[in-house]
């Protein structure tokens, strides 16, 4: 098996990677619709048990919405409607009946869950309300589908929150940006945060927080989001309180959403012409043992793998002894390398005799001897150091793939060829964005929200006075 090469054809490389990765099972049936595979998920699931953890952590319940979202509770907002129009699938008819009151599957769950917060609170003891589902989402969206990257269908988390005050919404906006960035730094992400132009912002929203990501091919991905609502549900769907001070008010609100996207960002920023790595701590099967013998050594072999399997299970590693008998060692260590498993151990009758294992890395492939008894030790230590290894070469990715050009006909040259985030002085016309999005397809994606920064010339597109740096990128 030969992957595509990665730096140069990218889509081709994440393609093949995802399948014989068995992360996704491409011959699918509906288009835009994944059959995520039992490897694929236990990723997805490592990610869920990590976020769930912090959502509740951070007095966040989790609850449960109708996939089926009545017409007119999508129309209460108007300006949510329009954003969300063109990608909505509709139940209309069942059986040979057609319904009454058409139904949308849900492209996000704001209308319908704030429908029932109107009943749920009442008084500034039921704030702040922190609720998050776990659900599938649909939108037919009109651009070329591809697995985990861009789907009418994925799996995600949606966070929703009612505050008393436009400060605590505020707050509670910091707060998921903390959460989320609990998940990345485990998934050893590197990306830009960046609050998107007012045009772009998510329908319904006062303003909309992204987290975009450098892929090899120079497209971004969005991997999260977060948005302050303010006011605007609340007014629309009628959700008040009673205040301390007796007086009834519209609640603030804050909504966030991570979906099954992030799998394509770790796939993409981590993996190499071998296939997957997976980052450690997020890694389903963190270490994998792979027996060696020859026929007549196998019990002994596979009694001392089991035995390590036993001690490595005990520290809290994650481990699996792949003991399939018919596939060679070398087989076997080709497939776990697609795959990604962070740290091969590799087991035979010299290793028993020497009271020792070989631990290989997947990210340098390094062969490390290691005694027996140091081995749970030894493997934590070396998962500490391919967590660090990969964080600090996303980093450099992103690092490596911001541009400063200083005029728009480099912006045009470098956004029609090697791509990336382009850093530029921007007039904040949406007119100027559009000119960019004609001439090279990419958008503006808007200022960073980590770190200040203040515009030092003209506009690069059309020499006004410049009011923001924004970032200009293709996003898958
Ligand atoms: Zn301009």
Not at 210 to 222: E, I, K, N, S, W
């Amino acid at each position: 098996m030969k992957l595509p090469d990665k730096e140069k054809e990218f889509l081709q490389w994440y393609t093949a990677v995802i399948e014989y990765a068995n992360i996704v099972d491409k011959r699918s049936p509906v288009k835009g619709s994944n059959v995520i595979m039992p490897y694929g998920y236990s990723i997805w699931e490592s990610i869920v048990a990590k976020l769930d953890g912090e959502l509740k952590a951070t007095g966040h319940k989790n609850a449960y919405f109708p996939l089926f979202i009545p017409e007119d509770y999508l129309e209460k907002e108007a300006e949510h409607f329009e954003g969300f129009i063109p990608e909505v699938a509709w139940v209309t008819r069942a059986g040979d009946r057609e319904l009454d009151r058409k139904l949308a599957l849900r492209p996000t769950s704001e209308t319908i869950m704030y429908e029932m917060f109107r009943l749920w609170i009442r008084s500034h003891g039921d704030l702040p309300l922190k609720i998050n589902q776990w659900c599938n989402i649909i939108r037919f969206d009109t651009k070329e589908t591809k697995p985990l990257l861009r789907d009418r269908e994925f799996l995600w988390s949606e966070g929703h929150t009612c505050h008393s005050t436009a400060k605590e919404a505020e707050e509670q906006v910091r707060e998921s940006m903390e959460l989320y960035e609990a998940v990345y730094r485990e998934s050893c992400m590197s990306y830009l945060i960046v609050r998107r132009p007012k045009y772009d912002t998510f329908a319904g929203a006062i303003y909309s927080i992204a987290y975009d990501c450098p892929l090899p091919d120079g497209r971004t991905l969005q991997i999260g989001t977060t948005h302050n609502l303010g006011q605007g549900f609340s007014k629309a769907f009628n959700i008040t309180f009673q205040d301390k001070d007796k007086k009834n008010k519209n609640v603030y609100q804050t909504c966030y959403g991570l979906s099954t996207r992030l799998i394509a960002a770790i796939v993409g920023m981590h993996g190499d012409e071998k296939g997957l790595i997976i980052p450690p701590y997020i890694a389903p099967i963190q270490i994998v043992i792979v027996p060696i013998y020859q026929k007549e050594q196998r019990e002994e072999v596979i009694k001392a793998s089991e035995k390590m399997l036993k001690k490595l299970l005990k520290a809290g590693l994650k481990v699996e002894l792949d003991k399939r008998e018919g596939y060679t060692p070398g087989w076997k260590f080709n497939e776990w390398e697609v795959r990604g498993v962070p740290i091969r151990l590799e087991l035979g009758p010299r290793d028993i005799e020497n009271d020792q294992v070989v631990l290989v890395r997947r990210d340098t492939g390094e062969k490390i001897s290691v005694p027996m008894k140091d081995t749970a030790k030894k493997a934590e230590k070396i998962l500490e150091e391919i967590h660090d290894f990969l964080q600090k070469r996303a980093d450099k990715l992103l690092e490596d793939s911001i541009s400063h050009p200083k005029d728009y006909k480099e912006l045009v040259n470098i956004q029609k060829t090697k791509r990336g985030f382009s850093r530029v002085n921007w007039c904040g016309d949406e007119a100027c964005a559009e000119k960019v999005k004609d001439d090279t397809g990419a958008d503006v994606r808007g200022t960073r929200e980590d770190k200040k920064e203040k515009p030092d010339g003209v506009c690069i597109i059309c020499g006004t006075k410049a009011k923001e740096v924004v970032y200009i990128a293709s996003a898958y």
